[in-house]
Structure formats: structure tokens, C-alpha cells
């Protein structure tokens, strides 16, 4: 499919456009029932199944917890599928886009798949509990500020539990956290004005997909209206391949290698020479499976599985490798990068020059050490505030030189957002997240080419060498036979003057 065709494609209708989605809020505001039971009224959830985990949920008398437990089965499903890579993640339609959740529940424990989702995300579904006196005192920093400071700046904010405010569904209760979520929200760097706001309830399903009769005085969008509004995003597919590994799998009956990932931008066509980064191995596309249907190409955006023609040991391949086309803009191995980092937690204490973490980023991860702090700046407007700080702590923010223990493929968050954006950990504990400003990279051996592609090129050297000097050759051979047929023909004609003359005579 041609760049004209796939616009074609997307103008005419004939396919929706892919959207993901990161739920996130504090622990039991209802981010799971509510997901639940939006998927369930979309057709996402079989009936029979709901009906079942609805009784068993009854039995204990737990019948609230029905809509979060039904997840849990899905859940389970897709982790038996070993090409499919949205583990953890749920699948829902509209009339406008085929919607991606990720699982990023609100306890501590699970602030991995707020960033995991974010990373991928293309709006935010903030979910409010209404019930909450708290409000933003308790909790709050880091899944909000993660998702703003890694790209996600579409925001949906459902203020939930509207049935259980008093008096139920309080248009002074809703109107109260609607203030204090703004004020909150744009000191992060959101702006109030661009997210909107739904009252809803999770569990009763109020304003999830029809208008409640309960909330008259709202005349706003429900969720799904508010889901199909979703400003459309901008899939680089135009832009160089970059595919990273998600899982790679040798798969017997003579299917061979398997690499499974997430077309991060350009395009992967069946037939084309890719190379991984950062080792440079090159191997030829067979055949594309997107949802287990073959595929001549995938786009930006899409999850693909594909085998490779060429016999490689999968041992060779590793998660985190990124694959693409060497001709056009090669990924390489990062010498070092320049960061701009926030840290979130402080449980590190102070962090000096040459702290060494851990950094996740995509599907990458491995140690880097922290050789440089350039400078701590303000992590809304990015002004410097001081210059070569001594030591960063808790909250503070920073411009940072960094420079990786292992090979891996580093680009700045133009070039590739998932490449250039990171999540900051100290063995299982976050400490905070950054954004890649800028890369020293290392060059290709032999300029990116196999083995075989270097000697194919020496040969054309030398066979051009041998062909300049044939010529060069030839061509003396060639003057000098002129000049030797010219002293024949000299004398031919010197003989034959004499011979005539002597027959005159």
C-alpha cells in the first residue's frame, strides 16, 4: 500500500485509525470497573462470560467487583498468545477509531504499566473518584506527571462515583473537583481548557455511553462521545523504519524466525532487506502477519509478527534490538545522548555524578551512568535554574549527559518518540523519566554492509582498477600499433617509390 493509497484508505473510511489509551487514577477510584463495563457495553466482552463472572461475583458478595474481574479474563486470554504483544492491554471499537487500554492500575506496585502505557499512549483517561475528600493531597505526582512529561497531552477526566456523592450525583460535588483537577492539572502543564470533563458512574454506567437521565444538568459529551473526539494522531509513516523487538521466536515445521514488535515509524514491507541494531545483522522479510492476517506491509502503528528468510539463530536477536532499513537512515548504537531528566522518587537519597541506573525505554532496557549534570532546570517551562548542580533529588530537573554500559539504539524524541523517551529505575524502584535531546553515534563497520555486501564491493573496486588499466593498456598497445603500422607503411610506400622508379628507368 503506496503513501496516496493509505491516506485514500484512511479519507474513504475503510479503516479505522488505531488509537491507544492509558487509564490511570488513584488506587480505587474505579479505573477497572469502569474500563470493564464500557468494554462490556461495546460488544468487547462475550455475554455469557459477563453473566458468569456477574454470579460468581454475586456468590462472594462482591457484585461491584464484576466489571474489574471480567478484565482479569481478558487479561488472561491475550497472555496466552505468544505473538500477541498488548499483553495486559484490552481492545474495544467505536465509530471512529479501534481503541487499545493499557492496564495501569493506581496502586504504587503498578506505576510500571503507567509508564509502560504512556510510552505508547495517545490520550490520557484520568479517572476521579468523586467520593475521594483527599482529592489531589493524596497520591498524586507521579502517574499525571509521568504521562505529560513522556508525550501524552490528550486528556479525557471522568469524575466517577457520581452515585455515591451526597446528595447522589452532586452537581456541587462535580463542579468542586472540576476546579481543583484543573488547578492541579495545568500546574503539570495541561491545559484545562483542551481536557474535557465527564461525570460518570463506573459501576451503574451512567453517562459511559448514553446520557443519564440521573444528571440532567450535565450537557456535555458521555465517555465514548468524548472517546470518538479524540484529535486524530500523526503516525510517522513517512518517516525511516524503526521496529524494536518486542520477542523473537524459532518456530519449528519450517516457518524458522519469528520477530515479533510494534512498527514505531516508516514502513516494513514483505521482501525487504532489514538490519537489527545495534550488531548490524541484516536478514530479508518473508512474510507479515498483523492480527494473524497476512500483510503485504505495515504501517506506523502497527503490532506485526514476521519471518525472516534467512536462517538466524533467534539467540542472535534480543528484545530491545530495532530493525530497519539500512538505506534509509540507519539506526545506530548510542556512544552517548543528552537527556533532559526529572526525578521522581526519593528514594536514592542524593544523586551524584556517576550514578549508574537502569533506563527502560520501548522495549530496551540496560544500565547507563550518569557522568554529567549540565544543568537543573524549571519541569514545566525548562529554564534553567541552576548550572552544574552538585547533586539532583526528589523533584528536581535536569539536563544530563549519559553514556550507556551496553550497546543499544538511542534516538532524540523527533527522530523516534519511543526511542527517545526513557523511564529512570534503580533496580525495581522508578526514580524518574526522561526525554533523549541529543546523540553521539557510532558508525557501521564497512558502513553498515555483511560480510558478503563488503567483499561484492571490493570486487567492484578492483574490477574497476583492472578495468581503468586494461584501457590504459589497450590504448598504448593501440598507439603503438599506429605508429608501427605507419612505419610500414612508410616503407610500403618508400619501396614502392624505388620499385616504380626503377621500372621508369
Known amino acids: 500500500m503506496s503513501v496516496f493509497q493509505f491516506i485514500f484508505k484512511f479519507i474513504m473510511g475503510k479503516g479505522k485509525l488505531h488509537i491507544n489509551i492509558l487509564v ?163 500546574t503539570i502543564g495541561y ?68 520477530v515479533v514488535g510494534r512498527v514505531e515509524t516508516g514502513t516494513l514491507k514483505a521482501g525487504m532487506k532489514v538490519t537489527f541494531g545495534p550488531t548490524g545483522l541484516t536478514a530479508k522479510v518473508k512474510s507479515i502477519e498483523i492480527n494473524q492476517k497476512a500483510v503485504e506491509e505495515a504501517l506506523a502503528g502497527d503490532n506485526v509478527s514476521f519471518k525472516l528468510k534467512k536462517k538466524i539463530d533467534p539467540k542472535d536477536l534480543r528484545r530491545g534490538y530495532v530493525a530497519f532499513n539500512f538505506k534509509d537512515d540507519p539506526a545506530k548504537q548510542a556512544i552517548s545522548f543528552t537527556s533532559q531528566i526529572i526525578i521522581t522518587n526519593h528514594h536514592v537519597g542524593q544523586i551524584s555524578e556517576g550514578y549508574t541506573p537502569i533506563i527502560d525505554f520501548c522495549s530496551c532496557s540496560g544500565a547507563v551512568e550518569i557522568e554529567k549534570f549540565h ?26 549527559e549519559m553514556i550507556p554500559k551496553k550497546p543499544m539504539v538511542v534516538e532524540t524524541l523527533g527522530e523516534c518518540l519511543p526511542l527517545g523517551r526513557f523511564m529512570i529505575r534503580d533496580k525495581e524502584l522508578i526514580v524518574g523519566v526522561g526525554v533523549v535531546k541529543s546523540v553521539e553515534k557510532k558508525e557501521y563497520p564497512n558502513k ?21 588499466g586494461g584501457e590504459k593498456f589497450w590504448a598504448a598497445i593501440a598507439n603503438g600499433g599506429k605508429k608501427f603500422g605507419n612505419v610500414l607503411v612508410n616503407g610500403f610506400v618508400a619501396a614502392g617509390v624505388q620499385l616504380a622508379l626503377h621500372y621508369i628507368n
Open 24 to 186: 490511570m487514577g488513584h488506587a480505587e477510584s474505579g479505573k477497572s470497573t469502569t474500563t470493564g463495563h464500557l468494554i462490556y457495553k461495546l460488544g468487547g466482552i462475550d455475554k455469557r462470560v459477563m453473566e458468569r463472572v456477574e454470579k460468581e461475583a454475586a456468590e462472594m458478595n462482591k457484585s461491584s467487583f464484576k466489571y474489574a474481574w471480567v478484565l482479569d479474563e481478558l487479561k488472561a486470554g491475550s497472555e496466552r498468545d505468544i505473538t500477541n504483544i498488548d499483553k495486559a492491554m484490552w481492545k474495544f471499537e467505536t465509530d471512529e477509531y479501534n481503541f487499545t487500554v493499557t492496564d495501569a492500575r493506581g496502586h504504587p506496585d503498578f506505576i510500571n504499566n503507567i509508564i509502560t502505557g504512556a510510552w505508547q499512549a495517545d490520550c490520557a483517561i484520568l479517572i476521579v473518584d468523586s467520593t475521594n475528600t483527599g482529592g489531589f493531597e493524596v497520591g498524586t505526582f507521579e502517574p499525571e506527571l509521568l504521562a505529560y512529561f513522556l508525550g501524552v497531552k490528550q486528556m479525557i477526566c471522568c469524575i466517577n462515583k457520581m452515585d455515591a456523592t451526597t446528595p447522589i450525583y452532586s452537581k456541587g460535588r462535580y463542579d468542586e473537583i472540576v476546579k481543583s483537577t484543573s488547578y492541579y492539572l495545568k
Open 191 to 258: 491545559d484545562p481548557v483542551k481536557i474535557r470533563f465527564v461525570p460518570i458512574s463506573g459501576l451503574e454506567g451512567d453517562n459511559l455511553i448514553e446520557r443519564s437521565n440521573n444528571l440532567p444538568w450535565y450537557k456535555g459529551s458521555t465517555l465514548l462521545e468524548a472517546l470518538d473526539q479524540i484529535q486524530k494522531p500523526k503516525r510517522p509513516f513517512d518517516k525511516p523504519l524503526r521496529l524494536p523487538i518486542q520477542d523473537v521466536y524459532k518456530i519449528d515445521g519450517g516457518i524458522g524466525t519469528v
Open 375 to 400: 544543568s537543573k532546570i524549571d519541569p514545566t517551562t525548562g529554564m534553567e535554574v541552576e548550572k552544574e548542580p552538585e547533586f539532583l533529588q526528589k523533584g528536581d530537573a535536569a539536563i544530563v
Open 448 to 468: 553498515g554492509k555483511s560480510t558478503k555486501s563488503a567483499f561484492m564491493e571490493g570486487c567492484k573496486k578492483f574490477g574497476a582498477a583492472m578495468a581503468n
